[in-house]
């Protein structure tokens, strides 16, 4: 069964700084995506950014990007210039052909001013 | 605004008690989904519908039921509530195109006494 592992349950990094989030995936599949999601304070789930994996460039949103590496079944989320908006917990997510989301236990991330 | 709207956002009920939460979303996607949230996990599917008329468990169904009204609603039914669902409860939709992105409702915590 597929499943994903958030390794870090809390990070923490100086506003303007650059954190990066760990995020590893098992699964048998060839085809699939991968996701990075937030959750601030309001509850309400936003993506960030998000990845096929037949596409060997990392994909990138503004100040997000992501290392993915296919071998190693990591996906890694890389905050570049830390805002304090950015505070909130982070979800890694998989799903394949079967449309069902799988997602970590979240990192929950706090900017320092 | 385009989206997923689910109520209420907040419910005391006590042990026994039913009620049923309501979700909708006015992007025409086929596809539509209840979670739950508990500290320290990620998201826990209880239900899904692939389309109108069509309704499957998920990893967490116990305890619940599903109605899909019509391609906009989506309703999750507790005909029996517990203190163990006790939870945060999000609603998502999935368009199609193969993007696997979901859009969610901001949630609707329930509390079960």
């Known amino acids: 069964a597929q499943t994903v592992t958030q390794s870090q349950p809390e990070m923490s990094v100086q506003e303007a700084e650059t954190v990066t989030l760990s995020c590893t995936y098992d699964t048998s599949e060839s085809d699939y995506y991968l996701f990075w999601y937030k959750q601030p304070p309001s509850r309400q789930m936003i993506l960030v950014i998000r990845q096929e994996a037949y596409k060997q460039q990392n994909a990138t949103e503004n100040r997000f990007s992501v290392n993915f590496q296919k071998a190693a079944k990591s996906f890694s989320l890389k905050i570049s210039d830390s805002q304090l908006g950015d505070a909130a917990m982070y979800f890694c997510a998989y799903t394949d052909s079967n449309y069902q989301l799988i997602w970590g236990a979240g990192t929950k991330l706090i900017i320092k001013p | 605004n385009a989206g997923v709207t689910q109520t209420p956002k907040f419910q005391v009920l006590k042990t026994g008690q039913s009620m049923t939460l309501q979700c909708a979303q006015d992007m025409n996607h086929n596809s539509m989904y209840w979670y739950r949230q508990d500290p320290g996990m990620g998201l826990r599917l209880i239900y899904y519908?692939?389309?109108?008329?069509?309704?499957d468990k998920g990893e967490v169904p116990n305890g619940y039921n599903v109605s899909r009204l019509n391609k906009r609603e989506f309703s999750l039914r507790l005909e029996s509530a517990a203190p163990s669902q006790t939870s945060v409860y999000f609603c998502?939709?999935?368009?199609?195109?193969?993007?696997?992105?979901?859009?969610f409702g901001a949630g609707s915590r329930l509390t079960v006494l």
């Open positions: 998502a939709s999935r368009g199609g195109g193969g993007a696997n992105v979901l859009t």
């Open positions: 519908s692939a389309s109108e008329g069509t309704t």
